[in-house]
């Protein structure tokens, strides 16, 4: 099982991004999902959830610009990021809990995204 993160890049302050995590392999379902964040100096931090039932929670920084979204037929999930700020400069990770072929279930990482926001 692997998971990819792609979509960041650098972008202007106010402007949008999205990002997008895809899963693959040999996998029989994948859970919950979400987004991460770590900015240089500081410890990573939860951005956005997505349950596989599509609820969904933020981080009280990003609430009312960022939308998490899913597509479970193709194990998917994209951030939508609007409104942009410098504090947003991170590198962005994609994680879901992926239950195998096999039966394992576990929690797996993709490899960051870094997004830059300029002032």
């Known amino acids: 099982v692997q998971l990819q993160a792609s979509g960041g890049g650098l972008v202007q302050a106010g402007g949008s991004l999205r990002l997008s995590c895809a899963a693959s392999g040999s996998i029989r379902s994948v859970g919950a999902m979400g987004w991460y964040r770590q900015a240089p100096g500081k410890q990573r931090e939860s951005v956005a959830g997505i349950s596989s039932g599509g609820r969904s929670t933020y981080v009280e920084s990003v609430k009312g610009r960022f939308t998490v979204s899913r597509d479970n037929a193709k194990n998917t999930m994209h951030l939508q990021m609007n409104s942009l700020r410098p504090e947003d400069t991170a590198v962005y990770y994609c994680?879901?809990?992926?239950?195998?072929?096999?039966?394992?279930?576990?929690?797996?990482w993709g490899q960051g995204t870094e997004l830059t926001v300029s002032s």
């Open positions: 994680s879901a809990d992926v239950t195998s072929i096999g039966f394992s279930t576990r929690a797996y």
